[in-house]
């Protein structure tokens, strides 16, 4: 929750419905000192792939979700953890572990024989993991898109990603 709150606070405090994008950064590590400026430029890209903020093309940024909807508590600072990413893939797996009472690392040396003995290496994490969500009825339509986004990225031009075990993703 705090990556909304954060996101909403330039916009809530300037009482603007966009800024620049200078603006923003200036604000978080500024104006408020929250963070440093490359955090800042990080809590932007973030927020834009995550649909919170629309990024245009000559500089501007818009908040996508409804400012009405978020307080700003008194006092508010925003943790560190704004800027770890959880991906699908991995809360997945921690969902699997938890309904199956398993340990993480029973689920991703599963996940894994499912790359390397079934598919011959030959499928992504992402793929496996939906795969063994699905074979241990693990519920998982609210994180389809994300896994999808996150399988699609590897194969975007210029990047040489392939298909690789959990714990072990090569560049």
């Given at each position: 929750?705090?990556?909304?709150?954060?996101?909403?606070?330039p916009?809530k405090?300037?009482?603007?419905?966009?800024?620049?994008?200078?603006?923003?950064?200036?604000?978080?590590?500024?104006?408020?000192?929250?963070?440093?400026?490359?955090?800042?430029?990080?809590?932007?890209?973030?927020?834009?792939?995550?649909?919170?903020?629309?990024?245009?093309?000559?500089?501007?940024?818009?908040?996508?979700?409804?400012?009405?909807?978020?307080?700003?508590?008194?006092?508010?600072?925003?943790?560190?953890?704004?800027?770890?990413?959880?991906?699908?893939?991995?809360?997945?797996?921690?969902?699997?572990?938890?309904?199956d009472?398993?340990?993480?690392?029973?689920?991703?040396?599963?996940?894994?024989?499912?790359?390397?003995?079934?598919?011959?290496?030959?499928?992504?994490?992402?793929?496996?993991?939906?795969?063994?969500?699905?074979?241990r009825g693990?519920?998982?339509?609210?994180?389809?898109?994300?896994?999808?986004?996150?399988?699609?990225?590897?194969?975007?031009?210029?990047?040489?990603?392939?298909?690789?075990?959990?714990?072990?993703?090569?560049?």
């Amino acid at each position: 929750m705090s990556l909304p709150v954060t996101v909403a606070a330039p916009f809530k405090h300037t009482r603007k419905d966009r800024l620049k994008k200078s603006e923003f950064v200036f604000y978080l590590a500024i104006d408020r000192k929250w963070m440093s400026r490359e955090e800042a430029h990080r809590v932007l890209e973030r927020a834009v792939e995550e649909g919170l903020l629309e990024a245009t093309t000559d500089g501007w940024v818009r908040p996508l979700l409804d400012l009405s909807a978020v307080t700003v508590p008194v006092g508010f600072r925003p943790s560190s953890r704004i800027l770890e990413t959880v991906q699908a893939s991995q809360e997945l797996i921690q969902r699997i572990a938890g309904k199956d009472a398993v340990t993480p690392a029973q689920v991703t040396a599963e996940v894994n024989r499912v790359i390397e003995e079934e598919f011959d290496g030959k499928i992504r994490v992402e793929a496996a993991v939906a795969l063994v969500a699905k074979r241990r009825g693990v519920p998982f339509e609210d994180l389809r898109e994300r896994l999808t986004a996150e399988m699609m990225k590897g194969d975007e031009p210029g990047t040489t990603e392939k298909p690789s075990l959990v714990g072990s993703r090569a560049p």
